[in-house]
């Protein structure tokens, strides 16, 4: 149906559940926000310096070894559903999809690497990695910064680093974020006080996709709210530090819903949810999330599931609905995917 | 109860969102419903997310100082009042041209407003950018966790025999908790 959506492995490596905390942390970001020096932002650009500045930079990502083999995409020639599918992996945010001006992204072939260009800023680099591993994604993402740093004049500034478009970014250029599943402090309505005092610590937390999105499947994303003043180093250890007291608390309220008053409730729900995915012939992506959140902590608990992390991550990753409509080689309505979600699901569970 | 959004039809969706770290709930009717995607798409559908939370530019117009009308870009032209407008700046020289403002507004944002991170390749006498991993300090790391209390057990007896009394204490709060202690 698709040459770029086919080109595309059907799994990706950084949800295979083996790095740290495989059992709540699904995946570490690191995005580094970087600009050409003597050339306006892209909002402000005209149309021919924005397609002189995408093939630079996708000349500068060709010439590169880490983007070997890799995948180079000019947003332009992306059908919508080329564009929801690259967006599901996390390669291309939704402002790059959704803006008409000349954007690209490169991709490496392990697709723990790319690099989006002229979405807010000129360059936005990105690695990520499965489980909590902030350090790993830094170093892998601050390598091919340094390859184009070589080949590209970046816009910077000696007192105020990195210069980028929102002022909310400038500095390092860094943001680290964890994907997160919290789904025994969400049911002990520890949520709102929680992310409430992360704030206290220079952290923000998203839904799955970014900004602004949904929270599904009890999925957070936690990242520095702060760039500038310190270390891309000291920006790492405190999102490390504030990912593992979260981890503590998660365990804690896990094993709050295993101790004797509330045990028996906890597995009914665990086992309704399994059972409601094993056996459901309709499945829509927020009811699918809803349960396979709770399937996800009975894993983690020890309860006899079918499925180990890589599978259960792989399985949230290709039942979004652009991956759906890829694996069946054509578009699909609502109703269809619903039909198509449950189908999948049945026969990887069963 | 009626659409959060449009604000005429029933409502049918129910929605939770992360927005500046407090999950909102929203009532949607499912016209307006169908514009949000899941995929971010709030600001496209027919509610903007922006509307009802306050957008980047209110943002800014909280923090900034007094207005500065005649300051403008030299490089760019962007003026001090549209950066103000939108919250974006038009080019890297607005860095230099801004600059007395920007300090006042980078502290704010930031807490700092003096860059400690590393420099471009193409700066000359760059230092070494290097990286302090975070050990992991508690429990079982690394691997998935147990939730067998006789397993914690086990490994609370090899803390104590290993004099690791940090772990010790964290496993037998462990414990407890499945205990229900």
């Keep these: ?350 | 109860m009626l659409c959060q959004s449009c604000k005429k039809n029933e409502a049918a969706v129910f929605l939770k969102v992360a927005v500046n770290n407090k999950v909102t709930e929203m009532h949607l009717c499912e016209a307006c419903a169908a514009g949000v995607t899941a995929f971010g798409g709030l600001e496209a559908g027919p509610m903007n997310i922006s509307g009802m939370m306050g957008n980047m530019s209110g943002y800014f117009k909280e923090f900034l100082p007094h207005e500065k009308r005649a300051l403008h870009c030299r490089s760019c032209g962007l003026t001090y009042h549209e950066f103000k407008e939108s919250g974006f700046l038009g080019c890297p020289e607005c860095y230099a041209d801004f600059e007395h403002p920007l300090t006042e507004l980078l502290t704010r944002i930031h807490g700092n407003c003096l860059h400690a991170g590393k420099r471009p390749a193409l700066c000359p006498g760059r230092p070494k950018c290097g990286t302090s991993p975070v050990p992991v300090v508690f429990g079982l790391a690394g691997q998935k966790t147990i939730y067998n209390t006789e397993a914690l057990k086990e490994a609370l007896k090899k803390a104590v025999e290993n004099e690791d009394f940090e772990a010790a204490a964290g496993l037998r709060d462990r414990i407890r908790n499945l205990e229900g202690k």
């Excluded at chain 1, 400038?170 to 309505?189: E, I, K, N, Q, Y």
């Excluded at chain 1, 409430?196 to 799955?208: K, P, Q, V, W």
């Excluded at chain 1, 530090?241 to 503590?248: A, L």
Aim: proline share 3%.
């Design chain 1, 1 to 350: 149906m698709s040459r770029v959506t086919d080109s595309f492995r059907p799994h990706v490596a950084w949800a295979n559940a083996d790095g740290a905390w495989p059992d709540i942390i699904f995946s570490t970001r690191v995005r580094l926000a970087r600009n050409l020096a003597g050339r306006a932002f892209p909002q402000r650009a005209s149309a021919a310096a924005l397609r002189a500045i995408r093939d630079a930079a996708l000349e500068a990502a060709r010439a590169s070894r880490l983007f070997a083999r890799g995948h180079y995409l000019k947003t332009a020639a992306l059908t919508p559903l080329e564009k929801n599918f690259l967006t599901e992996r996390h390669h291309i945010s939704h402002k790059l999809a959704s803006e008409e001006r000349a954007g690209a992204v490169a991709v490496n072939n392990d697709e723990n690497l790319s690099l989006m260009v002229n979405e807010e800023d000129h360059l936005r680099l990105q690695s990520i990695v499965s489980g909590l591993a902030t350090a790993k994604a830094f170093e892998t993402v601050n390598r091919l910064d340094d390859e184009l740093g070589r080949s590209l004049a970046y816009a910077y500034s000696e007192k105020f680093g990195f210069l980028t478009a929102c002022p909310t970014n400038v500095g390092t250029g860094l943001r680290v974020s964890c994907l997160v599943h919290l789904p025994a402090l969400s049911r002990a309505g520890a949520m709102p006080k929680l992310l409430e005092s992360i704030s206290h610590l220079g952290m923000t937390a998203r839904g799955i996709y970014g900004e602004g999105t949904f929270v599904l499947g009890d999925f957070y994303q936690i990242s520095n709210a702060t760039c500038l003043g310190r270390s891309e180093a000291e920006f790492c250890g405190n999102l490390d530090r504030t990912i593992t007291n979260m981890i503590r608390l998660e365990i804690g309220a896990r094993e709050k819903l295993l101790a004797p008053g509330l045990k028996l409730k906890t597995e009914d729900s665990i086992f309704r949810a399994y059972g409601l995915l094993k056996n459901a012939r309709t499945l829509s992506y927020e009811e699918f999330m809803q349960n396979i959140s709770l399937v996800r902590m009975g894993a983690a608990m020890g309860y006899p599931i079918r499925a180990d992390f890589s599978t259960l991550n792989q399985i949230t990753l290709l039942m979004q609905p652009a991956h759906l409509q890829a694996r069946a080689g054509r578009a699909l309505e609502s109703g269809e995917r619903d039909s198509a979600r449950a189908d999948y699901i049945r026969e990887n569970l069963n």
